[in-house]
């Protein structure tokens, strides 16, 4: 519903649903739940929560109503509850895009928590022609139930996102070749994320020593190294082909060897994860016509 305003100082354009069509939408996967409501006229105000992370909040546009800079937001009380005030949470850099925004995760949080307690998120900024002020507001309505299917999304989500994954290192403090524990887990968070995003499909491990030993037995260490990272990589089912691997020995320390603190840093193999598209296979030639005279 769009509407003018004539309470505030200068003429407002508002946008909300009506609360009779108030509605809560959820959808993800592994990787990412959103929580929605449609707003009327306007685009759509999304929690969304990657594999992770914590929530933020956005506000998703048909057209170009609001105009490039910071905007406030609030998380507003309801007319009915007298006593309590608006919650100011800060400003969003609103930019021209179908997604107008995306708050910080803390701004996320307290929203949500507002609209448990009955609070509506709403956006104030200015219009991109005219500059009139425009609000833009989401309703509490109905959003117990929507909330907790969001909860049963999120319950499934994977405990990191591609990002944050993509270029991940093990350890091998004790300067052996053999995985410790603490790098077997970390190798799991990563099968378990191939396993969920076959498209990942190409693995580049790196090899590194400290500069204890001569040039030669740091590198045949870093080798080993990377070895046994891929010895448990395949042994988890990740194809052979999948998987490039490289040693280096001492020469790319990521500290300088002057301690047992920053060398045991440097004994490491680090991994990463690339979606390289699967190269297209030509077609067989078609055969070639029997030539009825070359066979009489």
Not at 104 to 112: F, I, K, N
Not at 262 to 281: H, M, Q
Request: a positive charge; charged letters at 25%.
């Amino acid at each position: 519903m769009l509407c003018l305003l004539a309470s505030q100082p200068a003429l407002a354009i508002s946008f909300q649903t009506r609360l009779e069509k108030i509605e809560w939408k959820v959808d993800g996967d592994q990787f990412e739940c959103r929580l929605s409501q449609p707003v009327t006229d306007f685009g759509s105000g999304v929690f969304v929560r990657r594999a992770g992370e914590q929530v933020t909040f956005s506000l998703e546009a048909r057209e170009r109503w609001l105009g490039a800079g910071n905007a406030t937001l609030l998380a507003a009380a309801a007319p009915w509850q007298p006593g309590r005030g608006d919650i100011n949470l800060g400003s969003v850099s609103v930019v021209p895009a179908e997604v107008l925004f995306n708050s910080s995760q803390e701004q996320g949080a307290r929203l949500l928590t507002g609209l448990l307690e009955g609070r509506s998120p709403v956006v104030r900024h200015r219009a991109a022609m005219g500059g009139d002020a425009v609000e833009v507001r989401l309703l509490p309505a109905k959003f117990h139930k929507a909330y907790n299917d969001y909860l049963d999304c999120t319950a499934k989500l994977l405990p990191v996102n591609f990002d944050q994954i993509r270029k991940s290192q093990v350890g091998f403090p004790g300067g052996g070749v053999d995985l410790e524990p603490l790098a077997q887990a970390k190798l799991e968070i990563i099968l378990n994320f191939l396993k969920a995003d076959p498209s990942v499909n190409r693995i580049q491990l790196d090899g590194h020593a400290d500069n204890s030993g001569n040039r030669l037995t740091n590198r045949d260490l870093s080798r080993r190294r990377a070895l046994a990272v891929m010895e448990y990589l395949k042994a988890s089912g990740i194809a052979p082909e999948q998987i490039t691997m490289r040693f280096h020995g001492e020469r790319y320390p990521v500290a300088p060897n002057n301690n047992e603190a920053n060398r045991a840093k440097n004994r490491r193999v680090t991994i990463l994860l690339d979606r390289v598209p699967e190269a297209a296979v030509p077609p067989a030639p078609a055969a070639a016509p029997t030539d009825p005279a070359a066979t009489s």
